[in-house]
């Protein structure tokens, strides 16, 4: 028996089962007819009949329950109440509309569900006699009578309705008159409660909750428990239904079939199909049986032909793949000898794809390596020695985060998308190109051939009009260099590219600089504060006037952009401000770290605009205020030796083990305290105040940054110059370099 199963997917016995199959196809194919027959075929058809209408009101019942489900939260929502209230007991102009805007934000979101179907949502209060829309506020009876107007549904019908007592009701649908003259048909929903004074009205659009439900019916009928027609679609003849009979599903009558199926909801659903329409489905089932009467007829006839081919396709398609090693398709045959020497085949292609694949992404690779190696100075000792000389452009992209990307898309993902849209819109413009991504907010691309500065110009315009689509989530700063000559000059173009993105002026549109800053816009004004104005603006938030000190810094600002800086000296401005005033924490002996991780350096890189730098320090002045006030408050024992101790041994390599024997406890409640009190882990807290002595003696001494490094406890400088770009977002060089700069401005 063995043996038999072994060998069950040979040749042999493949052959065999098929003249087999064949053998019992036509023999017990008149008994098979037979026997389908002899079955109650109506009985099938009506039963399907009853599974559609089943199956097409769960549908519906699942619809109203959500649509009841999501007024009633609305109904019961704290801001309705809220504003029913001020309704109730205020003038309108008393009235909090900021509330009112946020209840149309509500309705906007209801109205926005695609499964609802809903073309407007409408709270009525009848105090005020005012309703509350997604477009906005409608007064007194314009609601029904000039923005959805309806014989049947006048002010005074829904008016005796909102007496009666009900708190939810769905009433027969209807057409309506918009204010634009267009007809809608909708479908009018009301909840209200015995215990609120106010309604809500939602419009269902009938039609697009047809299209939500394709499985239903053609000539369906929703009935309401007085056996009222709310909803049809189709056909339904004259409009007269037989009695629903509780004990019966479907009844016969007037040469039509009337299903029924009864909701939970209290609705009755009844599907109409002809008779005609069933006699049509038998007769269809009949010309089926005699073609599969022909089928078995041409089945004998083709079936040698079939066997022949059965083993020439697989012997033909070996061959195939082995003349086009490319294709990674596998042909699939249920003769286990075949089927063995198909897998084989595949896997080699699939590997030798594999191979080719990951030669061509190295090799891209490399030579966007290779570019940035140039674009940047990296000297790595071996470069190609038969580049290509060309003239060519750089056009430098910096991407500002300044909100949380839609549907929470991570920024690595925006930039991959942007980058290749540059890339496609670049490429269909000019014969040479190259895109590649140089920083995490920065793409670079590369237009070589001469004259084209006009048509680089032209081109971005167009691609700002599409940037300008997001641009409440990012805006983009476009700096497009000089013409340069030869690939020894590449690091030339790039850094006059990174110059002229300092010179973007603040804008909360795309930026594109193509020439330089005209001699007339350059800011020559001084962009600190004096000695006297910094020295009364750090009292001030010492002292916890948040509110002045934000006034001081709203009118320097405002000063600053009427005198006309530039981003990079707003930047300037924010960067010294933002650093002198954790000095002030610091030395108030507040932990600056959970302001750091909230308010940091890439924050302030990617303020654009005026309003976005006064949105940025207010909240900021307003933490560091209440920080030290609270310091100022409760002083925690536990995290004032962690702090002392820190201050006084941050030079050295000092453990959460060492602090922990200190203060006898142990290291996971230790670190779990830490973390708790300030809001960041302990080794945060040391590299937070090591870098922090690192910018003064960056500033005040001479010491290269190796020595630096050392001073404050980095021994590895490449440790120390990670660590310092990570906090500041600039290396310890370029920090010293612009801290010179804007000491050298002051003066």
């Given amino acids: 028996m063995q043996r038999l199963f072994r060998h069950s997917h040979s040749v042999f016995y493949k052959i065999f089962s098929q003249f087999l199959v064949i053998i019992f196809l036509l023999t017990s194919f008149n008994y098979y007819s037979f026997t389908f027959f002899k079955s109650n075929i109506l ?12 199956n097409t009101a769960k549908e519906y019942e699942d619809y109203f329950f959500a649509l009841k489900e999501e007024l009633l939260r609305l109904h019961t929502d704290e801001k309705v109440s809220q504003i029913n209230g001020q309704f ?17 934000n509500q309705i906007r979101n209801v109205t926005l569900n695609r499964f609802l179907s809903l073309e407007n949502v409408l709270i009525y209060f009848p105090s005020s006699a005012t309703y509350i829309e997604k477009d906005g506020t409608l007064d007194g009876d314009r609601a029904f009578t000039v923005f959805y107007a309806n014989e049947m549904y006048t002010p005074s019908f829904w008016r005796e309705k909102l007496k009666t007592s009900f708190y939810f009701q769905v009433f027969p649908e209807a057409a309506f008159k918009a204010y634009n003259g267009d007809s809608l048909q909708l479908m009018p929903v009301v909840v209200k409660n015995q215990f609120y004074s106010y309604s809500i009205f939602a419009l269902v659009q009938t039609n697009k909750l047809y299209d939500l439900h394709p499985s239903s019916a053609d000539n369906l009928i929703i009935l309401n428990e007085q056996s009222q027609p709310l909803f049809h679609r189709g056909d339904i003849g004259s409009g007269h239904l037989p009695p629903y009979q ?14 029924f199926e009864k909701g939970q909801s209290g609705l009755t659903y ?11 489905q038998i007769t269809r089932l009949n010309l089926i049986l005699l073609v599969l009467c022909f089928v078995s007829i041409l089945i004998g006839i083709a079936a040698s032909v079939i066997l022949g081919k059965r ?20 042909f699939k045959s249920n003769i286990k000898e075949f089927d063995f020497i198909s897998a084989k085949i595949h896997e080699l292609n699939q590997l030798n794809r594999q191979i080719h694949n990951d030669l061509l992404t190295k090799n891209n690779q490399l030579e966007n390596y290779e570019y940035i190696k140039k674009l940047k100075k990296i000297y790595t000792g071996a470069s190609p020695d038969d580049e290509a000389e060309a003239p060519f452009f750089i056009i430098l992209f910096h991407l500002h985060f300044f909100r949380r990307i839609h549907g929470d898309v991570p920024t690595d993902k925006v930039l991959y998308f942007i980058r290749e849209y540059i890339q496609l819109t670049l490429s269909q413009h000019f014969t040479s190109t190259l895109t590649i991504q140089i920083e995490k907010n920065q793409i670079l691309s590369m237009v070589f051939g001469g004259n084209e500065r006009q048509r680089i110009g032209r081109i971005l315009h167009q691609m700002k009009a599409v940037f300008d689509h997001d641009k409440e989530s990012w805006i983009m700063t476009v700096a497009v260099s000089s013409l340069y000559e030869s690939s020894n000059e590449y690091h030339m173009a790039y850094e006059e590219a990174l110059g002229r993105l300092e010179k973007r002026e603040l804008s909360d549109q795309t930026v ?41 810094i709203r009118r320097k600002l405002v000063q600053l952009h009427a005198m006309g800086a530039n981003s990079g000296e707003f930047r300037q401005f924010a960067m010294d401000i933002f650093y002198k005033s954790l000095s002030v924490v610091e030395l108030s002996k507040v932990e600056s770290g959970g302001l750091i991780h909230i308010y940091n350096v890439e924050a302030i890189n990617d303020l654009c605009s005026l309003d976005q730098y006064l949105q940025f320090f207010e909240p900021f002045f307003h933490d560091v205020v ?49 973390k708790e009190k300030t809001g960041i882990n302990y080794l945060e807290h040391i590299n937070t105040h090591r870098i922090g002595k690192a910018k003064e003696l960056l500033v005040q001494t001479d010491l290269n940054v190796q020595e630096i490094g050392k001073h404050i406890g980095y021994y590895n400088a490449n440790s120390f110059i990670r660590m310092f770009k990570k906090f500041t977002g600039t290396t310890p060089k370029e920090y010293r370099k612009q801290q010179l700069l804007h000491t050298d401005s002051a003066d």
Avoid: W
């Fill in 43 to 54: 009985d099938e058809i009506i039963n399907n009949n009853k599974s559609n209408l089943r």
């Fill in 512 to 552: 594109i600089i193509q020439d330089e800053v005209l001699p007339h816009k350059v800011f020559s004004g001084n962009i600190y504060f004096t000695p006297g104005q910094g020295e009364e603006f750090f009292q001030l938030l010492q002292s916890g006037s948040d509110n002045a000190c934000m006034e001081r």
């Fill in 270 to 280: 009844v599907s109409i199909i002809p008779t005609r329409k069933i006699q049509s």
């Fill in 88 to 104: 109730l007991t205020r003038s309108p102009r008393d009235i909090n509309y900021l509330l009112v805007g946020d209840i149309q």
């Fill in 246 to 259: 509780t004990n019966r599903s479907y009844v016969e009558e007037n040469d039509n079939y009337y299903f």
């Fill in 311 to 330: 083993f020439n396709r697989p012997i033909m398609q070996m061959v195939q793949a082995f003349e086009q090693p490319k294709s990674l398709l596998r």
């Fill in 626 to 674: 209440r920080a030290i006030r609270d310091k100022k408050e409760s002083q925690d024992e536990i995290i004032a030796f962690v702090m002392d101790y820190i201050h006084n041994h941050y030079t050295d390599d000092i453990s959460l083990e060492q602090l922990a024997a200190e203060l006898k406890l142990s290291v996971s409640y230790l670190s779990a305290y830490i």
